[in-house]
């Protein structure tokens, strides 16, 4: 069963083979086993979890059954969910149940998915492993003294270890992408505007973006079917007709079925900064898309190599914005001894926050300050501008723009975690997606010293059920996505 994809789990509840109750008894006995050593979940709660499958199987009798009724999901802890413990993976919010839900939250209740608990990440979102969680660092599954990838790290570790058949996560620089790269997932992330943020609690408001983080792509395309759809709660929302994520999916293929595909290679993603090791199954899926018909041609994107400093001058700048609504008054974590008011906004925020938070904060209120707005926060809006430019120049000569996710496979718990630098350069790969709004995805290419690695497809701006096909063509002629890490039966 826990093998199955999403759309067979769907089949068999509907068919009554097995029940929602059942099926979530199975991941969680699966997780009260093995989350110990992932520490993959932030919170479960198994009693809520049974009473909505419950529910569901009384849908799925009734016959009311969408794509995902009865389905258990786990949902990254950025995501307010009505009455759960809802704390961003910071102390800050160690105390913080959430009144409502986030609309992404909303749509999988709407559709009868049981909310399976809430996975770990970085502190608000900010990290490339998963270790600046003030609920500790989550292990890889595939190697458990490494990092799962960040920020979104619980919910590819859960799904990873088969704890949960598929979660949420969210990505503002990578953070669905690259922990999808480092526990053999398929992670993507939509066009920006997609999905809504509504309840969804900002790091970066321009550049964050929901997605799901499954075993293939077509498990994604359902996800996202639930996740996606305009919503008037959220003013950066784009009102645009329903369209199914899945429909390129069955589409019948003869043996060449992405002939005619331009796959477009630019120069920064095979230079120097890459693994061997990681490039080596980049350039084997190449060999491989090449058999399915599709041609491929060089691009360039000449000021990528600018956005990782572009990145960390806008997304800590609006984190410093978004973060100041933390101040121990109406909500979330307040210091217990203070003199007075100010007093207590700084003992709660200094005992709140965690030290790459705090960073962030200061590098964003640093390049907003008058005197520098012009010489950072300016030149990197432009730097941002001149990287949107370059990937339209690009789609001008290709349908698709594919390279690796992550430049290196898992790195050790602690490896990198004294140097935010080395840390912050895990994104090279995936952040001028983010800074561009573009759709992108992740998917399993292979294997370099028994850990995994990620290919990443780029697409224009609304292609997301294109690029699901391609990725899915792929995951047809290969079973890397179907391996599974081993000592976690
Ligand atoms: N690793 C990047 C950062 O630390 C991206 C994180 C994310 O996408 N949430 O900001």
Redesign the pocket.
Known sequence: MIELSLADIGRALASREISSVELTGIYLDRIARLNPQLNAFITVDPERSLAQARAADDRLARGETRALTGIPIAHKDIFCARDWLTTCGSKMLSNFVSPYDATVIGRFRQDGAVLLGKTNMDEF????STETSFYGPTANPWALDRVPG??SGGSAAAVAARLAPAATG??????IRQPAALCNLSGMKPTYGVISRYGMIA?ASSLDQAGPLARSAADCALLLNCMAGFDERDSTSLDRPGEDFARELTAAAGSRPLAGLRIGLPQQFFGEGCSAEVMQLVDAAIAEYRQLGAETVPVGLPSMDLSVAAYYVI?PAEASSNLARFDGVRYGYRAPAYADLTDMYCKSRAQGFGAEVKRRILIGTYVLSHGYYDAYYLQAQRIRRLIANDFAEAFRQCDVILGPTSPSTAFRLGEKAADPVQM?L??IYTIAVNLAGLPAISIPCGFAGGLPAGLQLIGNYFREARLLNIAHRYQQVTDWHRQRPAGHA
């Open positions: 979102a900010m990290g490339s960040g920020s969210t990505d503002t620089g990578g953070s790091f997304a912050y895990s994104d």
